[in-house]
């Protein structure tokens, strides 16, 4: 039993934030009959809405995260024995969409404070072979976007941000989403913005915001006339209903996301753990908190993960590896000199900051964690 005499729910599960303002949009496309992008005007009004708050010129929806990442690289010409140069912590969704196009995934350590790519291991792996370079934005905190683009324009690269968890995020004032060539979100259940399932390209090139336009819809160039070869990767009119409800509500849900970030440090803040902040350059919108554990706790990480799951707290662990290490990445040949992920995923812990989460409820998970984490830091 913690020390706290506050108890969490059993069975804790915290979903999207949604009102009646949502529920009459989806019944509005329910009754109107009008489903698809083709037969309804949201999912164009969407895509607007959403290219002008990211300041991006062509917003081009689809229906996953991933669909917008394949999307992107596909029209960004990535093909068999193209090597991209990837964040070795990330999601699957960052690096399947290489794997689909046959490419090739160069897996760079991320650097220890904020878990984005490393610009200089980034830029030790270019090769002849290297087209791009895909960047994520881990946990609402912006890569170092700059030096980033820089060193893509040197060697030539396109530059392609995975901004799957980091909508409304900032760098250097300017919200992500037209900062590299292109920007791909999802908005997944538990994103900051929710369509259920979805996703999100925005570009200010507008060649390739036509090649993605016509990728998700078959390769179709105009009616009956097939240029190349696509996906079925359009987004439905309900999830773009949402959408726009969702994106008005963006703001508000970020400021709750980083107000839950900060119960937890202030809980957390004198146990001598590493916790998340924020580069000087960035405004982080904190879609996960994540902490360190001190080296000497990595190999109890597990059993504290389940004390804090018996004491109901909704912990997790992202990411447990790096991804070179699943059985899916077996065809690459390694060492692939990631010591900063290896560090990083045998330590990491995280909370959810999800806007449905209340805030007294968030103190109590703060308050909970801080006194099963201080009875192993003694
Ligand atoms: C960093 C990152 N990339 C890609 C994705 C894929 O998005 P989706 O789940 O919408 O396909 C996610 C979603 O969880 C993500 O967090």
């Not at 949201?42 to 708050?53: G, N, Q, S, T």
């Not at 016509?214 to 696509?230: A, F, S, V």
């Not at 803040?269 to 990595?298: I, M, N, T």
């Not at 990445?329 to 900063?340: K, M, Q, W």
Request: glycine share 8%.
């Amino acid at each position: 039993m913690s020390k706290n005499t506050k108890r969490l729910p059993e069975n804790l599960r915290f979903g999207p934030l949604f009102d009646e303002e949502e529920v009459e949009m989806v019944c509005e496309v329910v009754r109107s009959g009008r489903l698809t992008q083709f037969s309804s005007s949201l999912v164009a009004e969407f895509e607007d809405a959403f290219a002008a708050y990211v300041g991006a010129p062509a917003g081009i929806a689809v229906n996953s995260g991933t669909a917008a990442l394949h999307t992107a690289l596909a029209a960004a010409g990535i093909g068999p024995g193209d090597e991209v140069i990837v964040p070795a912590f990330t999601f699957i969704g960052t690096v399947g969409p290489i794997l689909q196009q046959q490419a090739i995934p160069v897996f760079t350590d991320i650097e220890p404070q904020r878990f984005c790519i490393s610009v200089e291991d980034a830029a030790r792996k270019i090769t002849p072979k290297t087209k791009a370079i895909l960047a994520v934005d881990m946990f609402g905190h912006p890569a170092d976007l700059d030096p980033l683009r820089e060193l893509a324009a040197q060697h030539n690269l396109i530059f392609i941000e995975d901004a799957c968890q980091a909508h409304g995020a900032k760098y250097k004032g300017v919200r992500v989403g037209n900062l590299a060539d292109v920007t791909c979100f999802s908005f997944y259940e538990s994103k900051n913005m929710t369509t259920g399932e979805g996703g999100m390209i925005t570009t200010g090139d507008e060649r390739l915001a036509k090649l993605c336009r016509m990728i998700r819809h078959q390769g179709e160039e105009n009616w009956g006339i097939i240029r190349r070869l696509g996906f079925n990767y359009r987004m439905q009119a309900l999830q773009a209903a949402l959408g726009l409800v969702q994106l008005r509500k963006l703001d508000m849900f970020n400021e709750m996301r980083r107000e839950r970030a900060a119960i937890y440090t202030e809980a957390l803040s004198d146990l001598g753990l590493q916790l998340p902040g924020e580069s000087p350059k960035v405004w982080s919108v904190f879609h996960v908190y994540s902490f360190l554990l001190p080296r000497p706790l990595a190999e109890r990480r597990d059993e504290i993960v389940e004390r804090l799951k018996e004491e109901r707290v909704p912990v997790g662990i992202a990411y447990p590896r790096p991804l070179y290490a699943s059985p899916v990445f077996a065809h690459l040949e390694g060492p692939f000199d990631c010591p900063v992920t290896e560090d990083v995923c045998s330590r990491v812990i995280t909370l959810p900051t999800l806007q449905s989460i209340p805030v007294e409820t968030a103190k109590t998970i703060g308050e909970i964690t801080r006194d099963v984490l201080s009875e192993y830091m003694k």
